[in-house]
Each structure stands twice: as C-alpha cells, then as structure tokens.
C-alpha cells in the first residue's frame, strides 16, 4: 500500500494514506496472496474444519465467531495473535475426544 501511495503521489494523485486498505476478507487476501491454488488449499481445510466441527458440537461457538470474523476482517491472516487463535481452533478441531 505504501508503494502504490508513492507512485499515485508521482502521478499527481493526491489522496490520504489511510483510503489504501488491504482486502478485509481472509478468503480474499489468501486468494491473492497465494493465487487460486493456495485458495483451493485454504477452502480444502476448511471443508476438513467443518467436517470436524460436525462431530464436536461443543465447538459451534468457536467456528462460528471465527468464520464471522474471517469474512469482515484480515486478523487470522495477517497478525501473529491472529495466527496463533486460528492454530488453536485448528488444533481443538483435530483433538481426538
């Protein structure tokens, strides 16, 4: 974002620094952070995710409020906190109980 700031100040085109935002969907941002195959493989976990989640049901809260968030905000993609909540859903997933 800072680069395309630079370059559209080059230009002449002057606009505040904050109307650069990243994509704010995680689908979004692993799509065009890892092209459609990292897509494919992010939406293949998932599906494993949710098949998981089917037969924890106490684990509906947590994938929910995760897939809500995932949709209007980057915070399991991009920041560490962010990564390490989305490793533990992972990991409380594929717990054998």
């Known amino acids: 974002t800072n680069?395309?700031?630079?370059?559209?100040k080059k230009q002449g085109i002057d606009q505040a620094w904050y109307t650069y935002q990243p994509i704010h969907n995680v689908l979004f941002m692993i799509g065009a952070e890892l092209g459609i195959v990292?897509?494919?493989i992010a939406c293949a976990m998932l599906v494993w995710a949710l098949m998981r989640f089917?037969?924890?049901p106490p684990l509906l809260g947590i994938i929910a409020l995760a897939?809500?968030?995932?949709?209007?905000d980057h915070f399991f993609w991009t920041l560490p906190a962010g990564v390490f909540m989305a490793a533990l859903i992972?990991?409380?997933i594929s717990d054998e109980q």
């Open 3 to 8: 680069t395309l700031f630079l370059f559209e």
């Open 38 to 40: 990292g897509l494919l």
């Open 67 to 72: 897939l809500t968030m995932s949709l209007v």
């Open 54 to 56: 089917f037969r924890s």
């Open 90 to 92: 992972l990991g409380q």
